[in-house]
């Protein structure tokens, strides 16, 4: 059992409250998932940066700051309790080289030219208070709260999964081909930093996805190529997408009005968003695709 969570702001109106949307969100899933959390935001900067999120480890910030400037052009780099944003003009396959090669202990969180992701082993209510979520601004966000079941509790065994440019994934459920699906990837040229399965099925959608296949039509052929339960949300730049497995057996709720729409295992987490009482509330047919973009 975990609580997955998201919010699409149709207008600017909340543009500045997504994080403080997002965080009591977040909170109210604890119950769900008291193992670890973790959320992505997405964020148009004026500049044509790539970001990378990046999570220390242990490593020394200073150290890491003087040693990675020698080796990239760095735009600018910021430290957020053990994790750094770094933005960089250089290709993310050149970065991502250099930071496998010269620091293997970070680990890449995610990277792309919108997307923060931060999360962390502990309760929801402390990983949102360690990277002070409710300070964050945006256009949309996803996040999970996560009760381990089928890998260890670390780091890099916490949603969200990103798994290629600007995409991400949260998970409610279960995969049982994952092991399968991740030797078939890796073939592919995806790789895998943990033995979860929703890492497996983040890579399935970035796979797909670059090979010009749309992010509706990949959810769609999931259902078939995916086992298991699930309840999924995964985020692009431009917005996100739900679906639920046909058999439907783990909780999703969306409430919808004319400036967001928020998603979460159980109505608890959205209650407190602003008209929410107004919102069209509806749970997502088994099977089919929800989409939400600017």
Not at 6 to 30: A, H, Q, R, T, V
Not at 56 to 82: A, H, M, P, R, V
Not at 164 to 179: A, M, P, T, Y
Not at 249 to 255: D, R, S, T, Y
Request: with cysteine.
């Amino acid at each position: 059992m975990c609580g997955i969570v998201g919010i699409y702001l149709k207008s600017k109106k909340f543009e500045n409250s997504l994080g403080g949307m997002l965080s009591d969100m977040l909170i109210n899933m604890g119950s769900r998932g008291p193992d670890s959390a973790g959320f992505a935001v997405y964020k148009e900067d004026e500049d044509e940066n790539f970001k990378y999120s990046l999570c220390l480890n242990g490593t020394d910030y200073e150290k890491f700051k003087k040693e990675i400037t020698n080796k990239i052009t760095i735009s600018n780099i910021e430290k957020n309790s053990d994790h750094v944003i770094m933005k960089s003009k250089d290709q993310p396959s050149d970065v991502i080289k250099i930071l496998n090669k010269n620091f293997n202990e970070i680990s890449i969180v995610g990277y792309g030219k919108s997307i923060e992701i931060f999360k962390q082993v502990g309760e929801p209510k402390d990983v949102v208070k360690k990277f002070n979520l409710k300070s964050f601004s945006g256009t949309h966000g996803i996040g999970h709260t996560r009760m381990a079941t089928e890998s260890a509790i670390t780091t890099d065994g916490s949603h969200p999964y990103s798994t290629g440019e600007d995409e991400c994934l949260v998970h409610n459920g279960s995969l049982s081909n994952h092991n399968n699906l991740r030797r078939k990837l890796k073939k592919a040229g995806i790789n895998f930093n943990s033995e979860n399965d929703t890492e497996v099925a983040a890579g399935y959608i970035s796979s797909n996805l670059s090979n010009k296949k749309s992010l509706n039509n990949t959810l769609k052929d999931g259902l078939k190529d995916l086992d298991g339960f699930y309840t999924f949300i995964t985020g692009t730049r431009k917005g996100f997408a739900v679906l639920r497995d046909e058999i439907a057996c783990k909780p999703a709720v969306i409430a919808e009005t004319e400036d967001y729409v928020a998603i979460a295992s159980e109505f608890q987490a959205m209650a407190h968003l602003p008209n929410v009482n107004d919102a069209k509330i509806f749970e997502p047919e088994p099977g089919v695709v929800y989409s939400w973009e600017n």
